[in-house]
Antibody, heavy 117, light 108 residues
Framework: EVQLVESGGGLVQPGGSLRLSCAASGFTFSRFAMTWVRQAPGKGLEWVSA????????YYADSVKGRFTISRDNSKNTLYMQMNSLRAEDTAIYYCGKVESYVVDSWGQGALVTASS | EIVMTQSPATLSVSPGERATLSCRASQSVSSNLAWYQQKPGQAPRLLIY???TRATGIPARFSGSGSGTEFTLTISSLQSEDFAVYYCQQYNNWPLYTFGQGTKLEIK
């Protein structure tokens, strides 16, 4: 059974940094692209970033480009998102997702990030 | 950016009845369209991909149709567990996914 477990969320002041982790199990992590999708309180889903299976290719939404960095450690079956220069509008639940045939076929339970003073 | 527009924003349907949800893309996405279900406090769940293929474990009462710019999700006979928010998503521009704003399916 595929399991994705996010951690590292919390409260941070605007301008601060946070690193999210997503521990994966139940599948061969190194074979699949992974993605982060966020959801602001009471709002819809917004794609944030994606990374290829080897980590050699990365993609970002314009809203986070230059501030967020996606990475992965295939030896640890873990996906990361380094978030710098956080803004109030980055406040959201961040979901990691496994990508199969271009769709997100498995999702983690989410990590809440709150950027507020 | 491909903009996805869902309608209606809220749909009220009685249990046992059919529900029809719509999704429109601002430009053709071929059949690269997925539907997700999200219940309160839970992560989204993949229902349909390729516009019409049910994901593993999804009941047959869920069906998807359409191609190009117009898509439909139909739930043939609503069960209590189907009341949730539904999102469409295009992946024609993978990985630059875009989602619709969601349709809330509520009990009438």
């Amino acid at each position: 059974e595929v399991q994705l477990v996010e951690s590292g969320g919390g409260l941070v002041q605007p301008g601060g940094s946070l690193r999210l982790s997503c521990a994966a199990s139940g599948f061969t992590f190194s074979r699949f692209a992974m993605t982060w999708v966020r959801q602001a309180p009471g709002k819809g889903l917004e794609w944030v970033s994606a990374i290829g299976p080897s980590g050699g290719t990365t993609y970002y939404a314009d809203s986070v480009k230059g501030r967020f960095t996606i990475s992965r450690d295939n030896s640890k079956n873990t996906l990361y998102m380094q978030m710098n220069s956080l803004r109030a509008e980055d406040t959201a639940i961040y979901y990691c997702g496994k990508v199969e045939s271009y769709v997100v076929d498995s999702w983690g339970q989410g990590a809440l990030v709150t950027a507020s003073s | 950016e491909i903009v996805m527009t869902q309608s209606p924003a809220t749909l009220s349907v009685s249990p046992g009845e059919r529900a029809t949800l719509s999704c429109r893309a601002s430009q053709s996405v071929s059949s690269n369209l997925a539907w997700y279900q999200q219940k309160p406090g839970q992560a989204p769940r993949l229902l349909i991909y390729g516009a019409s293929t049910r994901a593993t474990g999804i009941p047959a009462r869920f069906s998807g149709s359409g191609s190009g710019t117009e898509f439909t999700l139909t739930i043939s006979s609503l069960q209590s567990e189907d009341f949730a928010v539904y999102y469409c998503q295009q992946y024609n521009n993978w990985p630059l996914y875009t989602f619709g704003q969601g349709t809330k399916l509520e009990i009438k």
